[in-house]
């Protein structure tokens, strides 16, 4: 049920731009803007979807991930340590958990890949990965991994510009869709 609520409340970032890529000290971190589509199925009920802009930052020990609404405006920044993981809303408010994967099963009531996708979003493999498919220059176009099927293309120097991950869990079917449009 939380992930109705949760698929509620990001209705609100339906996003057309990506937000603003996020700044930092250190020059050779990790950096893409772009937008995201999430869509829940389960039987009987209409889909649920979301969409909004995102810009996630790797510094190598720390990654930030903010969640933008049609303007631009974060109204949720991850931030993820080797300690914790934090969710900050725009009214302030927070929740803390010991990784991003618990972060976000606290918050939204079921698993989401955040660990995988530090990996993928460059382009790479993450431990847990099996049937791992690649591409003629050796890049990987798919993969699964913690029962996600990812698919990996578009890629420019930095990693892939289109990720589509989808998971099955009993009856509900995650899919979720990332563009991204800049470094």
């Known amino acids: 049920m939380r992930v109705w609520v949760f698929v509620s409340l990001l209705v609100f970032l339906a996003a057309c731009a990506s937000p603003p890529a996020i700044q930092g000290?250190?020059?050779s971190a990790f950096s893409r803007t772009g937008r995201f589509a999430v869509t829940v199925t389960e039987p009987g009920t209409a889909p649920q979807a979301v969409q909004g802009g995102f810009a996630w930052r790797?510094?190598?020990q720390t990654q930030q991930l903010d969640l933008a609404n049609p303007m631009g405006s974060v109204l949720a920044r991850v931030e993820i340590s080797p300690a914790r993981a934090v969710l900050i809303r725009s009214d302030g408010s927070r929740e803390v958990a010991p990784d991003a994967d618990a972060l976000l099963a606290q918050v939204v009531g079921t698993d989401m890949p955040i660990r995988g996708l530090k990996?993928?979003?460059q382009g790479e493999v993450d431990?847990?990965?099996?049937?791992v498919t690649r591409g003629e220059n050796g890049r990987p176009t798919a993969l699964v991994s913690n029962g996600w099927a990812v698919t990996l293309s578009r890629y420019d120097t930095e990693g892939p510009r289109m990720l589509v991950l989808e998971r099955r869990h009993d009856a509900q079917q995650v899919r979720v869709r990332l563009v991204v449009d800049g470094a």
């Open 25 to 27: 000290t250190d020059r």
């Open 58 to 60: 790797d510094s190598g």
């Open 119 to 121: 990996q993928w979003l």
């Open 127 to 131: 431990t847990a990965a099996a049937q």
